[in-house]
């Protein structure tokens, strides 16, 4: 079964510094999709940045970028020039290609807090 | 442009009543529908999805259940609920996964947090 690791429920970052989530996780698949979403305090899951498996380039969305290493099973997440709004829960997601259900697998999240 | 809705957004609730969580999907024809669960301090556990109208499955053995009368209307049910029915729920959608490829993405409603007394 394809699992999602996060191994850090807590991270803290200075206000336009720059912060790395890990995530891990395990799969038998070759093809799939990876995500980070946030959920800020609305509580509302928002996407970041999407990952497809079979492109070796890593995926950025202004100020957010992924180092996928797909050996490793690795996808973190950098995100630059923190800002007070990237306070949130990050979530990592999985989700294979093949097959009609389309559900995501996630990480328990990495609770973010940015500085002033 | 594909619009997602969740209601209420807050529900108190004594042991043993029923439940209703009801989402909707604009913009779109054929959605995969899914009902999440996040409970304090983990992530998300997928509790049903649904690839068309009639066609519910459940991830996990709950006190919940799910229906879809509609194509675009999802409903979380249950008919006595328990103190471990609290959480936070969310609905998502995504484009029918067919085999052929697309962005992948779940779209998240706003959620619907439930307290069970």
């Known amino acids: 079964a394809q699992t999602v690791t996060q191994s850090q429920p807590e991270m803290s970052v200075q206000e336009a510094e720059t912060v790395t989530l890990s995530c891990t996780y395990d799969?038998?698949?070759?093809?799939?999709?990876l995500f980070w979403y946030k959920q800020p305090p609305s509580r509302q899951m928002i996407l970041v940045i999407r990952?497809?498996?079979?492109?070796?380039q890593n995926a950025t969305e202004n100020r957010f970028s992924v180092n996928f290493q797909k050996a490793a099973k690795s996808f973190s997440l950098k995100i630059s020039d923190s800002q007070l709004g990237d306070a949130a829960m990050y979530f990592c997601?999985?989700?294979?290609?093949?097959?009609?259900?389309?559900?995501?697998?996630f990480g328990k999240g990495t609770k973010l807090s940015v500085k002033p | 442009s594909q619009t997602i809705h969740q209601w209420p957004a807050t529900l108190v609730q004594p042991v043993g009543s029923p439940l209703s969580l009801e989402c909707t999907v604009e913009?779109?024809?054929?959605?995969?529908l899914y009902w999440y669960r996040q409970a304090a301090g983990r992530g998300l556990q997928l509790l049903f999805y649904?690839?068309?109208?009639?066609?519910i499955s459940s991830e996990v053995p709950q006190n919940l259940s799910a229906s879809r009368p509609q194509d675009r209307q999802f409903i979380l049910s249950s008919k006595k609920l328990l103190l471990s029915d609290s959480g936070f729920y969310l609905c998502?959608?995504?484009?029918?996964?067919?085999?052929?490829?697309?962005?992948?993405?779940?779209?998240f409603g706003e959620g619907s947090r439930l307290t069970v007394l």
């Open positions: 990952q497809e498996a079979y492109k070796q």
């Open positions: 649904s690839v068309g109208i009639g066609q």
């Open positions: 997601a999985y989700r294979k290609q093949r097959g009609s259900q389309g559900n995501l697998i």
């Open positions: 998502a959608w995504s484009v029918p996964f067919m085999g052929q490829r697309n962005t992948g993405e779940l779209f």
């Open positions: 913009g779109t024809s054929n959605p995969n």
């Open positions: 799969t038998s698949e070759s093809d799939y999709y």
